[in-house]
């Protein structure tokens, strides 16, 4: 009997030295505790970014209509979430882009790339905002971004591959893009255009244009592949209409001077 209390004795002064020494084993040597498998199965998965909210849905068509002022007072009602949405910060990034205030266009979309590094949107625009600012290495790496984190988003995968001069790979991006209406077969045909293959990108961009009549920017490509086919008549009309839509863009002195031109 002696030793039976004896035995339990020394059990009962072990078990507390023998859980010590298990979380001191589970410790890493600069002292913090590494989390146990069933902690770690515990912790939450890492949140999505939150959505946008409703008055930015309208903020991209009124861009590619150059309708800034409005896109401008759609941005403002909300822009206090621009530190903490993507898609606010993302917005906003775009209409200071169209006022050319390159600076701070960037600015708001780096912010997005770090509240959604995973969203391609946030990387393209990104990407466009160093175009003009001539700044193409680092243009290049927003695309490459892009290209790396688009997933199954199509549209987004063809606008980096189109800009990292991977034509072929754009296009057929944009051919399997689901859900962009217009903007698929103007992105087509600006690729086109880039590829030089002037009549295939005046078809694609008049698709566009038949689907969209408020895309500025497709009359100005449009405009400049007619002007490589000798088709004063379309590059004339092209160019006054996107004048109109877009007068303070900053192609608008490059249609001017090749309209004084074709006009003489």
């Not at 295939?200 to 038949?210: G, M």
Request: glycine share 6%; charged share 25%.
């Amino acid at each position: 009997m002696h030793r039976i209390l004896t035995a339990l004795l020394c059990l009962l002064l072990l078990s507390p030295l023998a859980a010590d020494a298990q979380k001191k084993k589970g410790k890493k040597k600069g002292g913090q505790e590494q989390p146990s498998p069933q902690q770690e199965q515990q912790q939450p998965p890492p949140s999505a970014p939150a959505p946008p909210p409703a008055e930015v849905n309208t903020v991209d068509r009124r861009l590619w209509e150059y309708r800034t002022s409005e896109a401008r007072s759609a941005v403002n009602s909300v822009a206090g979430q621009a530190d903490s949405n993507a898609g606010v910060a993302i917005a906003l990034g775009r209409v200071l882009e169209q006022e050319k205030n390159y600076g701070e266009s960037e600015a708001r979309l780096r912010k997005a790339t770090e509240l959604a590094p995973s969203d391609p949107a946030a990387w393209v625009w990104l990407g466009e905002t160093y175009l003009r600012l001539r700044n193409n290495g680092a243009a290049d790496g927003a695309f490459r971004k892009a290209a790396e984190v688009a997933g199954g988003n199509d549209y987004y995968l063809g606008v980096a591959r189109q800009r990292l001069r991977q034509y072929d790979e754009a296009v057929a991006a944009f051919e399997r893009a689901q859900g962009f209406g217009a903007l698929v077969p103007y992105q087509i045909g600006v690729t086109r255009l880039f590829q030089e293959q002037w009549q295939p990108a005046v078809d694609k961009l008049t698709q566009a244009i038949d689907s969209d009549s408020g895309l500025a920017y497709a009359y100005y490509y449009r405009g400049l592949a007619a002007e490589k086919l000798n088709r004063n008549d379309l590059l004339v009309n092209d160019m006054e209409r996107f004048l109109k839509l877009a007068p303070d863009s900053p192609e608008a002195e490059r249609a001017r001077m090749i309209l004084r031109a074709v006009k003489k």
